[in-house]
């Protein structure tokens, strides 16, 4: 993985391809550090409030080349994490020339508010593009002194089976967790939001079979 800021373009007479990837979720869920983890190799200590930022990073796809347009966005609202692990919820995008919508990546921090809050909003302006859940900060279900404090509040970490819970519920197609801080799984979520961003571009392009059988409309 480089870090690269070129645009699309043709490059040993081989056109390559962009995709575009936004990440969204709660504020202070994770998502910054996880793009710049992925694309600078940079872990931010400390905690800044992101408005908006455009990340490139270029990838080896096969034989392909792809470059990845990475958006962040501002979390906003300051909502609280109720569990040290983030549940994200992840929406991810399809390729792109500069006018096409995303192929997005939403993160969230509770899977309560994932269902609530985050999914409905993909749904609704990112209707079919594949979309990944995302659980953040792994590392947190370690720290003994979070899950004292999470205790003595009556709750507990998301555990992985209320991640892929949330994913069906949410409909979402995959469920994933990371440590941005410790680059657990960082690359294995981008390989796989690359991978179903070229499907759901391939199967868009495919002519709709037709099946013989009457609509309802
Ligand atoms: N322990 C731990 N902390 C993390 C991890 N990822 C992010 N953090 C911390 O969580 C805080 C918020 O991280 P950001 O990446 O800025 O969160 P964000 O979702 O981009 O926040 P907004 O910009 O407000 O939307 C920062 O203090 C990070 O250092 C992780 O994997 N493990």
């Given at each position: 993985?480089?870090?690269?800021?070129?645009?699309a373009?043709?490059?040993s007479g081989r056109?390559?391809?962009?995709?575009?990837?936004?990440?969204?979720?709660?504020?202070?869920?994770?998502?910054?550090s996880?793009?710049?983890?992925?694309?600078?190799?940079?872990?931010?200590?400390k905690?800044?409030?992101?408005?908006?930022?455009?990340?490139?990073?270029?990838v080896?796809?096969?034989?392909?080349?792809?470059?990845?347009?990475?958006?962040?966005?501002a979390g906003?609202?300051?909502?609280?994490?109720?569990?040290e692990?983030?549940?994200?919820?992840v929406?991810?995008l399809?390729?792109?020339?500069?006018?096409?919508?995303?192929?997005?990546?939403?993160?969230q921090?509770?899977?309560?508010?994932?269902?609530d809050?985050?999914?409905?909003?993909?749904?609704?302006?990112?209707?079919?593009?594949?979309?990944?859940?995302?659980?953040?900060?792994?590392d947190?279900r370690k720290?003994?002194?979070?899950?004292?404090k999470?205790?003595?509040?009556?709750?507990?970490?998301?555990?992985?089976?209320?991640?892929?819970?949330?994913?069906?519920?949410?409909?979402a197609?995959?469920y994933?967790?990371?440590?941005?801080k410790?680059?657990?799984?960082?690359?294995?979520?981008?390989?796989?939001?690359?991978?179903r961003?070229?499907?759901?571009?391939?199967r868009?392009r495919?002519?709709r079979?037709r099946?013989g059988?009457?609509?309802?409309?």
């Open positions: 993985m480089t870090h690269n800021g070129s645009v373009g043709h490059s056109r390559r391809e962009e995709l575009k990837i936004v990440i969204v979720g709660d504020g202070g869920c994770g998502k910054t996880l793009l710049m983890v992925y694309s600078k190799g940079d872990f931010p200590e905690y800044a409030p992101s408005v908006f930022e455009k990340y490139i990073t270029t080896k796809y096969g034989s392909r080349e792809i470059i990845l347009n990475l958006y962040d966005t906003g609202g300051g909502r609280t994490i109720g569990g692990v983030t549940v994200s919820l929406e991810k399809v390729a792109q020339s500069s006018s096409t919508p995303s192929h997005s990546v939403l993160l921090p509770a899977v309560s508010a994932a269902e809050v985050w999914y409905p909003e993909v749904n609704h302006f990112c209707r079919g593009v594949p979309t990944i859940l995302i659980g953040c900060k792994t947190l720290d003994k002194e979070r899950t004292r999470l205790r003595a509040l009556g709750q507990t970490p998301i555990t992985y089976i209320q991640g892929e819970e949330t994913k069906r519920q949410i409909n197609d995959l994933l967790e990371c440590s941005a410790y680059r657990e799984n960082v690359e294995d979520i981008f390989r796989e939001a690359t991978k961003a070229l499907a759901g571009i391939r868009a495919q002519p079979k099946s059988s009457c609509a309802l409309l």
